[in-house]
């Protein structure tokens, strides 16, 4: 061997020259690569992984959105029904409460109508003959008068029978009066003054009623 070969090698020397590579040791220090195929895509690859599992999230997320749908429904429903019978249980108390009063009404104007009566027949059947008299008389009068309007107030209305078809939803027939003046079935007296209350009757009036004549209306017997 040469002393060339034998000679150490100095990093300093530029005249050295590095010993050649043979093919076996190229071989075996080149790295190992792989030849990538370029139908693949890792980014499908994962998408198609991943795509089962969020297609079952959407089905679940569907699912539990159609049930809230479900039951927000139901809850609109019950409050609907809820709201439908209160208002029901208001409009019921409400009439309950208007007819309670109307009744209550009633009862006490009733109990008054004796007095007006008496009014009436006292004015109907004293005549005063001094100025004292006339003086009372104009005092209970005037306090009649009173009466009379409070009544109206609260809806309280005479009734006008006379020369009016008998009516026995208002009227109360107790006597019957055989002429040829009226129609028959036409009231030709008031005996009792009636009075109603709004649509209500609150009192018959008490009448005479016309009755036709005998042979009147009757076929002639034939000759």
Do not use: W
């Not at 249980?89 to 208007?98: M, S, V, Y």
């Amino acid at each position: 061997m040469s002393a060339e070969v034998n000679q150490p090698f100095d990093p300093l020397n530029t005249q050295a020259q590095p010993e050649p590579v043979t093919a076996e040791q190229s071989a075996e220090t080149e790295p190992f690569t792989l030849d990538p195929d370029p139908a693949f895509d890792p980014n499908e690859a994962a998408d198609s992984e991943a795509q089962p599992d969020l297609q079952e999230t959407v089905q679940e997320l569907t699912q539990r959105l159609d049930a809230l749908k479900a039951q927000l429904d139901e809850r609109n429903n019950q409050y609907a029904r809820l709201a439908a019978d209160f208002d029901n249980f208001r409009k019921r108390t409400q009439k309950e409460k208007e007819d309670l009063e109307q009744t209550v009404k009633c009862a006490t104007v009733k109990e008054l109508l004796p007095v007006v009566d008496n009014f009436e027949r006292a004015r109907s059947q004293i005549k005063p003959q001094t100025d004292a008299e006339m003086t009372i008389h104009k005092s209970y009068q005037g306090v009649y008068k009173d009466l009379v309007d409070r009544l109206k107030k609260i809806g309280v209305a005479v009734m006008r029978v006379e020369n009016e078809p008998f009516d026995p939803n208002l009227h109360e027939a107790v006597m019957r009066e055989t002429t040829a003046d009226v129609p028959e079935g036409t009231i030709v007296e008031e005996l009792r003054r009636g009075y109603t209350i709004g649509d209500q009757v609150l009192r018959h009036a008490m009448v005479k009623v016309a009755a036709a004549p005998d042979g009147v209306g009757e076929e002639a017997p034939a000759s």
